[in-house]
């Protein structure tokens, strides 16, 4: 840091003193390539064309740094949150995307430095008064609070001051900035009834219980919450039995997902078990329900060889509103999705889980 601000210093008071004003005005000789137009005028067109071409070699690299970044953090982050497709994951197309990208910027401003130059002041002043900020706030219960926070107002001055004089900055900005949230607003959407569920690991207790059934045919009631009582569960085990016209003699599983973290698009599911009274309670904790309860059935499918069955109610409400609770908050019309999720993920109906609502 101290090295490139004396530089940058030193640059600024040559530059000023040796340069004419007119050479900085707009098609000067000057504007764009101060320290290049000395080069060439006070050291020869050798080391000048030299002094170029090291110019381009350093902004090829800077470029180069930041894809690397980008491919390194784009597929770690953003198709784990639902907010990129899954071959995102990927470090090819995404290069053939940024390059799209780069491609289209430049020929969008005929490769015009002072065209970019705004855009490009506006990104480094935020990201620099961003971390300012965050240093500030995490040193703030010791003495260095002061000397940070002056730094802070500094840079946050120099950046209402820049977007001020040069708002494309901004508006640039702030387009790319829409255009992301839009893109990964639509791939969650997409994606939302995809599997999502990574794993399952069925804790020693799930899987007696699971053991316990003598035709390996697992029945699933999926229930909202934790049941108060044995009799809210004698209740809802007998409107199952009637209502599907199942006998006493079959046995019944309840399932409860209780809700984690929506942000959180895939995940490991780690599936408990526990008896009330007569009843078998599997449980579990996930971020989006009905892809949880058939990630349960297909992998009930795979340890038993036996086709599972689950057993809804339909869902009270707008079937808008619920779509928008599935899509944000990870619950909503849970038979209906739970269908569509194990569609896409079981093409095969011999082997694809059983639905029954009512």
Same mark, same amino acid.
């Given at each position: 840091?101290?090295?490139?601000? %004396?530089?940058?210093?030193?640059? =600024?008071? %040559?530059?000023?003193?040796?340069?004419?004003?007119?050479?900085?005005?707009?098609?000067?000789?000057?504007?764009?390539?101060?320290? *290049?137009?000395?080069?060439?005028?006070?050291?020869?067109?050798?080391?000048?064309?030299?002094?170029?071409?090291?110019?381009?070699?350093?902004?090829?690299f800077a470029g180069a740094s930041a894809m690397a970044?980008?491919?390194?953090?784009?597929?770690?982050?953003?198709?784990?949150?639902?907010? *990129?497709?899954?071959?995102?994951?990927?470090?090819?197309?995404?290069?053939?995307?940024?390059?799209?990208?780069?491609?289209?910027?430049?020929?969008?401003?005929?490769?015009?430095?002072?065209?970019?130059?705004?855009?490009?002041?506006?990104?480094?002043?935020?990201?620099?008064? =961003?971390?300012?900020? *965050?240093?500030?706030?995490?040193?703030?219960?010791?003495?260095?609070?002061?000397?940070?926070?002056g730094i802070s107002v500094l840079f946050a001055y120099t950046t209402v001051t820049n977007v001020y004089q040069r708002p494309e900055g901004l508006k640039i900005a702030s387009f790319f900035i829409g255009t992301i949230v839009f893109l990964s607003l639509l791939s969650r959407g997409l994606r939302s009834t995809e599997l999502r569920i990574t794993g399952i690991y069925m804790e020693p207790a799930a899987r007696q219980l699971?053991?316990?059934?003598?035709?390996?045919?697992?029945?699933?009631?999926?229930?909202?919450?934790?049941?108060?009582s044995v009799s809210e569960l004698d209740q809802v085990d007998r409107h199952v039995r009637e209502t599907h016209h199942l006998s006493p003699d079959e046995r019944l599983y309840f399932f409860q997902i209780k809700r984690g973290d929506v942000s959180d698009f895939e995940q490991t599911l780690r599936v408990h078990g526990k008896r009330v009274g007569r009843h078998s309670i599997l449980s579990a904790t996930s971020p989006v329900i009905a892809n949880s309860i058939a990630a349960m059935l297909i992998y009930l499918e795979q340890l038993t060889g036996h086709i599972p069955h689950a057993y809804f109610q339909w869902s009270e409400g707008n079937p808008v509103g619920n779509l928008l609770r599935f899509l944000l908050l990870g619950e909503g019309d849970t038979a209906p999705l739970t269908h569509e999720v194990l569609r896409r993920a079981i093409p095969d109906l011999k082997h694809r889980p059983h639905v029954h609502v009512s």
């Open positions: 840091a101290l090295i490139m601000s %004396v530089f940058l210093i030193a640059t =600024s008071v %040559v530059t000023t003193l040796l340069i004419e004003p007119d050479k900085f005005k707009d098609r000067g000789e000057a504007n764009g390539r101060a320290l *290049a137009y000395l080069a060439h005028k006070y050291l020869g067109n050798g080391f000048g064309s030299l002094y170029d071409l090291s110019t381009i070699l350093i902004l090829a970044g980008l491919l390194n953090l784009i597929p770690r982050y953003l198709p784990r949150f639902g907010m *990129a497709p899954e071959w995102a994951r990927g470090s090819r197309p995404l290069v053939l995307v940024f390059l799209t990208i780069g491609v289209l910027v430049t020929a969008l401003f005929h490769a015009d430095v002072d065209a970019q130059g705004g855009a490009y002041a506006t990104g480094v002043l935020v990201l620099i008064t =961003s971390a300012a900020l *965050a240093v500030t706030r995490d040193l703030w219960r010791t003495s260095l609070r002061w000397p940070f926070l699971i053991a316990e059934d003598e035709d390996q045919v697992i029945r699933l009631v999926p229930i909202k919450s934790n049941p108060d």
